[in-house]
């Protein structure tokens, strides 16, 4: 079974420009986390959706981020204008949960991005 | 709300020694306790978990037991290996009103060296 994945797994580019990055998870699995990592800040959790549904995006840094999960299998994280600060790696994880067991996150290789 | 502390890093050992890596956890209730662990380069990955006081977690060697009188969740292994470097987070995670919320910890980071 395919895990998570990722694209791109890198991406550079200009400040001011969009950014796209994209994930689809594990099939099955109803719950789709994004987070971000930086040296600074460590793990810092964005957006959480279950069933397609945003359930918290108190992460969410400011509006110049949106995230998207138009269907089970697909999700987008945005960045408009992308900014120098925005430079981190960004994971995509998703896991399977049910009623109220919790259960194991599953993370993506990570999309690289570095804003100049 | 819920929070996790970790030791700070970079925890620098020589191959075949003993690993402890502190964990203690804020939280109401009984929330499930989590290891991860992020190889360079690449995402976090599961390495044991426990649900509910006094499980122990086990995998590669790695054992964590959830003590529920302390909140504490400690990660050990009895010898490590040069390909057990990495950054390990401590995480708990809690189901309420229809919301999985998981909180990590900073990470640590491990060095083996030959």
């Known amino acids: 079974d395919a895990g998570v994945i990722q694209s791109p797994r890198h991406e550079v580019t200009e400040m001011g420009q969009e950014v796209t990055l994209r994930c689809k998870p594990i099939?099955?699995?109803?719950?789709l986390f994004w987070y971000r990592q930086t040296m600074m800040r460590g793990l810092e959790l964005l957006i959480y959706?279950?069933?397609?549904?945003?359930?918290?995006d108190s992460g969410m840094p400011e509006d110049r981020f949106s995230a998207k999960m138009p269907n089970a299998s697909f999700s987008t994280l945005k960045i408009q204008p992308s900014e120098p600060r925005d430079s981190a790696v960004y994971f995509c994880?998703?896991?399977?949960?049910?009623?109220?067991?919790?259960?194991?996150?599953?993370f993506g290789p990570g999309t690289r991005l570095t804003v100049l | 709300g819920n929070s996790v502390t970790q030791m700070e890093g970079p925890v620098t050992l020589s191959e075949e020694a003993f690993l402890t890596i502190n964990c203690t956890y804020t939280a109401t209730g009984y929330p499930s306790l989590f290891w991860y662990v992020q190889y360079p380069g690449e995402g976090l990955q599961l390495l044991l978990k426990?649900?509910?006081?006094?499980d122990k977690g086990s995998n590669k060697g790695f054992e964590a037991t959830y003590r529920k009188e302390t909140t504490s969740f400690h990660l050990e292994k009895g010898s490590v290996q040069v390909s057990d470097s990495a950054v390990y987070f401590c995480a708990l995670s809690q189901g309420s009103g229809g919301y999985q919320k998981v909180t990590f910890g900073t990470g640590t980071k491990l060095q083996v060296i030959p």
């Open positions: 426990a649900t509910k006081a006094d």
């Open positions: 994880a998703s896991s399977s949960r049910q009623r109220e067991v919790v259960d194991t996150q599953y």
């Open positions: 959706f279950n069933n397609n549904v945003p359930i918290d």
């Open positions: 099939s099955g699995h109803n719950s």
